[in-house]
């Protein structure tokens, strides 16, 4: 017997920086963002892997549940950072998922986010592909990222935001979709990006653009059969409406035609914070609602062309599923600084690119870079990392070290500023966007318990044998999510996936750390 995959956890990422509404109007004289208070910005090694990155480890730890479990993973965007790569082999190397897992990349419209959600419903139970955790059971993961932008000035950039949301799917999930359905009809031009071209646009036919959102949407949602609605014409029942947001008022506006009321819409909306953000806006209310606790939630998603998808979520209790999201750390900037980070005010790479990395040598350090694999010395007990050449700690030349997978929290034993012009060249385009940063030495800590269990189980465990001491490997990262003046040696710290730099078109990937529990 099978059991439909449910929706087991969630997790929430988005930018800690906002630009607010108010410095739009100050820039333009007016903002055409109607409902729009802020919006999320991405800093400059920021992109939709990196904050796809961030919901993924988030829901995989609210659900307890590690990569290795992971059978099943899709990446939704409309702003994937290379039109052409099949992104989930790095965001599943970065989370450690299988290599032999079912992998699919959603993109080309805002409904990818909710494509790749009923893709995964539809391909469960998964019985292989992942590891499985210690019941072996294999799990679901789905993920939806997004930072659409538009030319200056346009009613798309001003409310073009930044956010990221992911599902863990799995047999024993506490929340169930209960119906899917989609419709489609011919409205060429209500939202588009051209081949080769970085921003939306759009024709500016409120009028027709208003049709066709509200039309597909509802076309979609009334196939659900919600039930018997009330005298006001709305579905009963309904908790929270998580619907497709390019602004803060067109979802509000299709309301009446989606049997809810507004505040249904506005139990669970992030347009007002955190922007238009695309694939990932209806994900993104959807987990909020199931982090809330709302046991019957729409979740409607648009995208232009016309197509809409519909379904509804019913968790079995008023306890949601199990969450973690960070969606509230924001730090306002200018819209100066947004135009900075964005790229617009930067002269681009400075000529020669700085020291050169060939592809195949940067792959060859991608269990350091992604997974943070460092290795035991087999004489005394000390962690190296990288795991190569002679012990750091009792210089023996190791032929092979055990191999240990750092925790990714640690601690601040050393740390420097890069001002403006100090930066290596490869750097420079950060720094340009960003301004000065930090660079730290930490001291990663290795798992301890983990190393002891093991050695208990083996009779090996002796207290006075330095290798039950999980002990820790120092290691240069750079510092993000703080002010490079704050950063003092014993600050706790933890590691994140950013962008390093880019060379011969492809960009590296590789952790940097931040402040415990920040974003």
């Not at 999320?40 to 919901?55: I, N, Q």
């Not at 409607?300 to 306890?319: I, K, M, R, W, Y």
């Not at 973690?324 to 000529?351: F, H, I, M, N, W």
Request: hydrophobic fraction near 35%.
């Amino acid at each position: 017997m099978t059991t439909d995959p449910r929706i087991e956890a969630v997790g929430a990422y988005a930018p800690r920086f906002r630009v607010s509404a108010e410095a739009f109007e100050e820039a333009w004289g007016q903002f055409h963002a109607a409902g729009v208070e802020s919006k999320a910005v991405p800093d400059a090694d920021e992109d939709a892997l990196t904050m796809g990155y961030e919901a993924a480890a988030r829901a995989l730890d609210a659900a307890d549940r590690a990569g290795t479990d992971v059978a099943f993973l899709a990446f939704a965007s409309t702003t994937p950072p290379l039109a052409e790569e099949d992104l989930t082999a790095r965001l599943g190397g970065m989370l450690s998922v299988p290599s032999e897992a079912t992998r699919h990349v959603f993109t080309g419209s805002t409904r990818a986010g909710t494509r790749a959600l009923d893709a995964a419903l539809s391909a469960g139970p998964w019985e292989n592909g992942g590891a499985g955790d210690d019941e072996g059971e294999s799990v679901g993961l789905v993920v939806a990222a997004d930072c659409p932008r538009g030319d200056p000035d346009s009613d798309e950039d001003h409310a073009a935001g930044a956010g990221a949301a992911a599902f863990v799917l799995s047999a024993s999930g506490n929340a169930a979709v209960r119906r899917r359905a989609e419709y489609a009809t011919e409205y060429p031009g209500t939202r588009f990006r051209r081949s080769g071209s970085q921003s939306v646009e759009g024709l500016g036919a409120t009028g027709y653009e208003r049709q066709a959102f509200t039309e597909t949407l509802a076309k979609a949602v009334n196939q659900l059969d919600l039930g018997v609605r009330d005298e006001d014409g709305e579905n009963g029942a309904i908790d929270a409406a998580a619907v497709q947001a390019p602004n803060g008022k067109l979802p509000y506006r299709a309301a009446g035609a989606l049997g809810v009321d507004t505040e249904t819409i506005r139990r669970c909306a992030t347009v007002h914070e955190l922007g238009d953000t695309a694939a990932a806006s209806v994900p993104l209310g959807l987990a909020t609602a199931l982090a809330a606790g709302d046991e019957r939630i729409l979740a409607a998603s648009f995208g232009s062309g016309a197509g809409a998808d519909a379904l509804l979520v019913e968790s079995d209790t008023g306890d949601g599923v199990a969450a973690e999201t960070a969606l509230d750390d924001a730090e306002a900037v200018s819209y100066a600084e947004y135009l900075r980070k964005r790229g617009e005010l930067t002269s681009g790479p400075p000529e020669g690119g700085g020291a050169y990395v060939s592809v195949p040598s940067w792959r060859r350090t991608l269990d350091q870079r992604h997974r943070l694999l460092a290795g035991r010395c087999p004489e005394c007990g000390s962690l190296n990392f990288p795991p190569e050449g002679a012990c750091n700690s009792c210089k023996t030349l190791v032929d092979e070290y055990d191999e240990v997978e750092l925790t990714g929290e640690g601690t601040v034993e050393a740390a420097t500023v890069i001002s403006q012009g100090g930066a290596p060249p490869e750097f420079a385009e950060q720094q340009a966007q960003s301004g000065d940063f930090a660079v730290a030495v930490v001291a990663l800590e290795g798992p301890r318990e983990a190393l002891r269990a093991s050695r208990r189980s083996s009779g090996e465990e002796r207290s006075d044998d330095p290798r039950d001491g999980g002990s820790s490997a120092s290691v240069p990262a750079q510092v993000v999510a703080a002010d490079p003046e704050t950063v003092e040696i014993g600050d706790a710290v933890e590691t994140t996936m950013r962008r390093i730099y880019t060379q011969e078109g492809v960009t590296r990937y590789g952790f940097k750390v931040r402040p415990q529990g920040s974003n």
